[in-house]
């Protein structure tokens, strides 16, 4: 089945003709390849634009093997220009170049050129690729399909659908698969002999069984405060290991490099600063997070945040976790500062939006508890709580927005209002 992916595809249209490359990012087997050659070729060729002027090339094909070298490549791309009209060059793996970065910014001097590219080893995979365009990058981070996308080729409810998804996530390449037992092979050989592979090779890491203890800690505590520092200790009490904190922050960027997980900063909303570490983490999929535990911790409360949380950065926000420090006293009539967390604090100038990430919300009891942090917020900006089990879209009588899960994943316009 045909998935549209039409936030992406609409990111591509309007990046069109702006003089700069336009570069595909994302963690390997995202659906970079089919977003550039099925789904944009097609709108260039639905838009009238004949196949003369479309120079597709997938440079990991072997009869594709001569435009690997540099030269030949940019020799060849200006030999398909005869006209004056906009040439569309959308370029595949274009890592299998030597020196892709040169060659690409040769195609701007070309001014009827438009460049779209796409790769995935270890070195494009780095979030450092567009500073190799010296500012003459665009880049078009896409993920793992959506709940939406996903609901898309599923057949059955959502509740089922839900069920699925938080299993084994959105790889693009589970739909076409029938059994658990080969969705969970696909997964486990995915992220140990595609993604394991290409962090240790870039970044020459030595001590693999480290990096492996990290993956599994991280795996197991998703949403969870990361303090390196504590995990250092934990590394030397629990397995009599000394690994110095600087190196599981490198650790922590290597795989956030590789788009497997992103780091998400803390943020004092009264004090509006941000606070250092402990930094929060989540996995670009829940799929290959549970993949990584052997698929033995499928929580869905932490699952379920950590899906809110790439839906929120797919439709373009910037995230971090809010924290709203109180003044308060404890039993004995000291002062104390206890600090109350908002889960995402979601930015997309100039609106803002708070919200809070619940499985189950049975009583008003739960539901005040969890609009406890919102109280503390003196800003007007929409405060959200997304809950599995509410019904309807309604307000509280604080202001405050209930918004159902399914209604929130399938509606892509469910935080406008």
């Not at 030999?79 to 004056?84: A, G, H, L, P, S």
Request: glycine share 6%; hydrophobic share 35%; with cysteine.
């Amino acid at each position: 089945m045909r998935i549209q992916r039409d936030i992406y595809l609409n990111r591509l249209i309007l990046r069109k003709h702006n003089g700069l490359i336009k570069v595909i990012t994302g963690v390997r087997r995202c659906g970079k390849t089919y977003l550039l050659f099925e789904l944009f070729y097609q709108h260039l060729r639905d838009s009238g634009v004949d196949d003369a002027h479309i120079i597709r090339l997938s440079l990991d094909d072997i009869a594709n093997r001569e435009y690997r070298e540099p030269l030949r490549l940019y020799h060849y791309v200006k030999e398909q220009i005869k006209d004056e009209k906009m040439y569309y060059v959308l370029l595949d793996e274009v890592q299998f170049v030597a020196e892709f970065e040169d060659v690409l910014n040769g195609f701007l001097h070309l001014p009827n050129v438009d460049t779209y590219v796409s790769g995935s080893n270890a070195k494009f995979l780095s979030k450092d690729v567009i500073t190799e365009f010296r500012g003459r990058g665009d880049e078009v981070r896409i993920y793992p399909l959506t709940f939406r996308e996903f609901m898309q080729a599923f057949d059955g409810t959502r509740e089922e659908a839900w069920d699925e998804y938080v299993q084994h996530g959105g790889m693009p390449a589970l739909p076409g698969m029938h059994t658990p037992e080969e969705k969970r092979n696909y997964l486990k050989n995915l992220f140990t002999e595609t993604y394991l592979k290409d962090i240790i090779e870039r970044n020459h890491i030595r001590n693999e069984e480290e990096l492996a203890e990290l993956l599994d800690l991280i795996a197991s505590q998703i949403g969870s405060p990361v303090n390196p520092k504590k995990i250092s200790d934990t590394f030397k009490s629990v397995k009599n290991v000394s690994v110095h904190p600087d190196t599981i922050k490198n650790y922590l960027d290597y795989l956030s490099d590789a788009f497997l997980i992103e780091k998400v900063k803390r943020y004092d909303v009264k004090g509006k600063k941000y606070i250092g570490t402990p930094m929060k983490y989540y996995f670009t999929d829940v799929g290959l997070r549970n993949a990584r535990l052997n698929f033995r911790q499928i929580e869905q409360t932490h699952l379920m945040e950590n899906i809110i949380y790439n839906e929120l950065r797919v439709r373009g926000y910037d995230v971090d976790a809010g924290v709203v420090e109180i003044n308060s006293q404890d039993a004995s009539g000291k002062n104390i500062k206890p600090q109350l967390e908002v889960d995402f604090v979601c930015n997309q100038m100039p609106a803002r939006i708070y919200i809070q990430s619940v499985l189950s919300m049975p009583d008003r009891e739960k539901r005040m508890q969890e609009q406890r942090p919102f109280g503390y917020i003196s800003d007007s900006f929409q405060k959200v709580i997304i809950a599995k089990d509410v019904i309807g879209t309604w307000y509280s009588d604080e202001g405050v927005l209930m918004l159902n899960l399914f209604d929130f994943l399938l509606n892509p316009n469910s935080l406008r209002r």
